[in-house]
């Protein structure tokens, strides 16, 4: 996958003048010395100029890891640590940081071996909140070196996405669709969070479709299709029109990306699209997505924003569904009921007109859309990319400014059964434990769309670290409660 970022973590380790130097300089070796032989060398930065004490070593060891090439920074407490110079360090450094701390290592050696991190943890949280710096605090940020090393690794994900976020550009397609105004969010959300976007009219979109015409790589890319879609191949006519259309979305990214490294595109897919460029873009987003340049439909900003920051924490495909449609009761008692240990209300169908990715689907042909034949002439329906989803972990999420513009998140851990859909489109029998409360309590009452962003196995740690990063009010990420643990707007006498 491309347009995808990396992160190299610089660890710069502080001291209080007041303890012993050499319990930073020793905890930190053994922190690399684990991390290295667990995880390997690639990715990470000892910085070896100084231990922080001071303001002047603070502006040492930037410059340092500055010039290593880290965009990354951990802050590693070795003994108690100087709250001022540390949180400063974290102030100036202009990309993703965490803080650590090391635990104490034997009971004998309690009186110039004892360091005091523990505490000094809270007066650098404390003074972090001073200097209004985010940082990341892992639930338990207090280890020995393999303990540390872990947080570190498990760090990585979350890096990647502040850093993807701190440069991502969302190139959008025309107006919502109308009777959509779901997908129509305000954007002022993404520019704190430090997203840029580009708004464009479809006119523009179909103008440089068109000077695509005759593009000498067609021929190519229709070979690639055709090999990706084998006996799925069902509608060979339309290959060299969505080779044409994705040649259009990739050189517009080039073209347009300015000085962002990263970018993502919500797209616009009807009413018109189908009439004037004479298919539907279904299974180019697929490819896109599935090539590390999330796509979502029907213009949702939001939506490709969730679907990128989901490839970034997973490494990995993501597909952007409609919470849909109940499953029937004589499927559930046929196929669900005493196989698996849901309830009809756990399970629903995830469902969109073909946009998944070929990877991520149990089988795939590209057909007609159903939905748009049913108003249009099939013939400028063609291109959509239709299967049952794989079975398997699945996150669902979403990252959202809801129309009172504030930003809210939802997270929950479920699973896609095993179970024929015995329907149409890109779709699969899902199942999230107590998901009729969810969708009540999270869904509804947070006045959340009907896209959902799907990853594909369980990520909410790493995606909840991530919403409070950037501002997410933990109050505000909802995620599906336990049976027993009542929301807040449910009826108490249900």
């Known amino acids: 996958m491309n347009n995808m970022p990396e992160v190299k973590i610089g660890v710069v380790a502080v001291s209080r003048d007041c303890f012993p130097e050499s319990l930073s300089v020793t905890r930190r070796q053994n922190l690399m010395k684990a991390y290295t032989e667990k995880y390997g060398a690639e990715g990470i930065y000892e910085c070896p100029i100084c231990i922080v004490e001071s303001e002047i070593h603070m502006v040492q060891a930037l410059e340092d890891i500055k010039k290593a090439g880290c965009n990354a920074l951990c802050v590693y407490l070795g003994n108690f640590g100087p709250e001022i110079s540390e949180t400063l360090l974290a102030k100036h450094f202009d990309g993703p940081k965490m803080f650590i701390a090391a635990a104490e290592e034997s009971g004998n050696d309690l009186l110039d071996g004892r360091g005091d991190a523990y505490c000094g943890m809270l007066n650098a949280s404390y003074n ?82 068109n000077k695509h015409a005759g593009d000498e790589r067609i021929p190519a890319l229709v070979k690639e299709m055709e090999e990706e879609l084998g006996a799925g191949n069902k509608k060979p006519e339309i290959l060299s029109k969505l080779a044409q259309y994705e040649l259009t979305l990739k050189d517009w990214v080039e073209e347009h990306r300015g000085y962002r490294k990263y970018v993502a595109i919500a797209g616009k897919c009807w009413p018109a699209f189908q009439t004037q460029f004479g298919f539907v873009p279904c299974y180019v987003n697929s490819r896109l997505t599935a090539q590390g340049i999330p796509v979502s439909c029907e213009v949702d900003i939001y939506g490709a924003l969730s679907e990128f920051i989901g490839t970034v924490v997973s490494g990995d495909t993501v597909t952007l569904l409609d919470i849909n449609n109940s499953v029937p009761k004589d499927m559930y008692n046929a196929d669900i009921k005493g196989r698996y240990d849901y309830t009809l209300q756990d399970v629903f169908m995830g469902f969109h007109c073909g ?37 398997g972990d699945i996150t669902f999420f979403r990252l959202q400014s809801t129309a009172d513009n504030i930003l809210r998140a939802y997270i929950a851990h479920g699973e896609v059964l095993p179970v024929a859909s015995r329907s149409f489109g890109a779709i699969g029998v899902f199942a999230i434990p107590e998901m009729g409360r969810f969708y009540r309590h999270v869904l509804i009452e947070g006045g959340y769309p009907h896209h959902g962003a799907v990853a594909f196995g369980h990520h909410g740690k790493a995606l909840f670290e991530v919403f409070k990063y950037i501002g997410v009010p933990v109050d505000e990420i909802g995620y599906n409660q336990p049976a027993g643990v009542r929301y807040p707007t449910e009826n108490p006498w249900r």
């Open 128 to 209: 972090l909140k001073l200097r209004n710096v985010g940082a990341y605090i892992p639930e338990y940020p207090v280890g020995d070196a393999e303990d540390c090393a872990d947080m570190i690794h498990e760090f990585i994900p979350i890096a990647k996405a502040i850093e993807g976020l701190n440069n991502l550009k969302i190139i959008s397609f025309g107006p919502r669709p109308l009777n959509f105004l779901a997908c129509n969010a305000p954007i002022k959300q993404l520019y704190n969070i430090g997203v840029e976007i580009e708004e464009n009219s479809e006119l523009d979109l179909f103008e440089a479709f």
């Open 355 to 391: 946009n998944t990715a070929s990877s991520k689907l149990s089988f795939c042909e590209m057909k007609y859309q159903k939905i748009m034949a049913r108003t249009l002439p099939e013939e400028v329906t063609q291109g959509t990319l239709e299967g049952d989803i794989v079975p």
